[in-house]
């Protein structure tokens, strides 16, 4: 069986709605008692006048907690619209960033007119450079070692150095 959960049994409406539930008493005691002010404050609420509800005391109490109900589910709601909304613009930035951003690099890279490919594979100026003083390098490595190599040669046949 399929277990339906709504919005009651999010922790947060419970508790909103148990705290404004509970100032119903004290707005009921002023309807029932002409003799005390109509205008009360309600938290949540500010100040609401209650005069002329006493007339209709019957229907107080429902419309008391149909408007608590209300209000803190639209509470609800609203995180949930602010919620859906956050998380459709990270999908949407997600969207853009795999989906429209690498069909755009892919086809910079693949289109021959702009030589897309050829470009990442040219040498910087700096890299030429460096790669040139690497290979002097190198060659002048190989020639001590001969240089080296034959000393030692010498060294060996004769016993000495010349």
């Known amino acids: 069986m399929e277990k339906i959960i ?8 419970m508790k909103n709605c148990a705290s404004l539930m509970s100032q119903q008493d004290c707005m009921m005691e002023v309807i029932r008692d002409a003799s005390k002010p109509t205008l009360i404050n309600l938290e949540g609420f500010g100040q609401v006048q209650v ?8 229907l ?9 109900r209300v209000t803190v589910y639209m509470k ?23 989906h429209d951003m690498q ?11 702009k030589g897309g490919i050829e470009r990442m594979l040219e040498e910087s100026p700096s890299l030429a450079g460096k790669r040139e003083r690497l290979n002097r390098s190198t060659k002048l490595l ?3 070692k001969e240089v080296v ?9 004769d016993g000495q150095l010349e």
């Open 76 to 98: 609800i709601v609203i995180m949930r619209l602010v919620d859906g909304l956050a998380t459709h613009l990270l999908f949407t930035l997600q969207k853009l960033v795999d």
């Open 103 to 113: 069909h755009s690099i892919v086809n910079e890279l693949m289109e021959p007119r």
């Open 6 to 13: 709504d919005y009651t049994s999010n922790p947060e409406y």
């Open 60 to 68: 107080v109490e429902q419309a008391f907690d149909m408007k608590i």
């Open 149 to 157: 190599a034959n000393i030692m040669d010498r060294i060996s046949a």
């Open 51 to 58: 005069g002329h509800m006493r007339q209709q005391s019957a």
């Open 142 to 144: 190989k020639q001590s």
